[in-house]
Nanobody, 124 residues
Framework: QVRLVESGGGLVQTGASLRLSCAASERTYTMGWFRQAPGKEREFVAAIGWTGINTAYADSVKDRFTISRDNTKNTVYLQMNSLRPEDTAVYYC????????????????????WGQGTQVTVSS
């Protein structure tokens, strides 16, 4: 069973940047970041394939967030720039059930082995 550990969250002001990390206990293939704000459903943020070439983003974060990975460290990153109060949420990383990358596989049901989450709070 894959263990995923997120880190890097915190409290920042509008316009600031944060980099989240997701360390896996073993090799993973397609990985995704999701977030969940209080009272809302968990939503897709970004995904990345094994090579790092294939990526996908939610429209709400495109051009502000960048997903990347270092396979030598079994770690996936989410660089978040120009943060907004509406980005406030608990951020989770997860491993896609299927190994292949799909830009359209954006449901939490497409993923398994979730981390515990890291809180990101953006103040106005």
């Amino acid at each position: 069973q894959v263990r995923l550990v997120e880190s890097g969250g915190g409290l920042v002001q509008t316009g600031a940047s944060l980099r989240l990390s997701c360390a896996a206990s073993e090799r993973t293939y397609t990985m995704g970041w999701f977030r969940q704000a209080p009272g809302k459903e968990r939503e897709f943020v970004a995904a990345i394939g094994w090579t790092g070439i294939n990526t996908a983003y939610a429209d709400s974060v495109k051009d502000r967030f960048t997903i990347s990975r270092d396979n030598t460290k079994n770690t996936v990153y989410l660089q978040m720039n120009s943060l907004r109060p509406e980005d406030t949420a608990v951020y989770y990383c997860a491993k896609r059930k299927r190994t292949n990358f799909s830009a359209t596989a954006r449901s939490p049901a497409d993923y398994e082995y979730w981390g515990q989450g890291t809180q990101v709070t953006v103040s106005s």
